[in-house]
Nanobody, 111 residues
Framework: VQVVESGGGLVQPGGSLRLSCAASGFTFSRYGVSWYRQAPGKERELVARITNTGGTKNYADSVKGRFTISRDNAKNTATLQMNSLKPEDTAVYYC?????WGQGTQVTVSS
């Protein structure tokens, strides 16, 4: 089982980033996908989740209207589109599928 995130980086406030989560070693389409983030000195928090079919999506209040979660079961990938980024979005972002975590990808929002 392997989960790998990518797409993080440094972006100015108001900018956008697109994070990707690639999974392998299991039947991806059977499982929901969740994105979490952890800022320095803070607990890991749930950002967004999507069901296995993509039919239901949930978001933390802090990102509603700015972030969009999606998935492509044919490619075993999930995506987190992040728009209108704020400095408080700065964190390491993690993908979780079938209770497996990736290594995380750093997102830094700063001018």
């Amino acid at each position: 089982v392997q989960v790998v995130e990518s797409g993080g980086g440094l972006v100015q406030p108001g900018g956008s980033l697109r994070l990707s989560c690639a999974a392998s070693g299991f039947t991806f389409s059977r499982y929901g996908v969740s994105w979490y983030r952890q800022a320095p000195g803070k607990e890991r928090e749930l950002v967004a989740r999507i069901t296995n079919t993509g039919g239901t999506k949930n978001y933390a209040d802090s990102v509603k209207g700015r972030f969009t979660i999606s998935r492509d079961n044919a490619k075993n990938t999930a995506t987190l589109q992040m728009n209108s980024l704020k400095p408080e979005d700065t964190a390491v972002y993690y993908c979780n599928v079938r209770n497996s975590w990736g290594q995380g990808t750093q997102v830094t929002v700063s001018s």
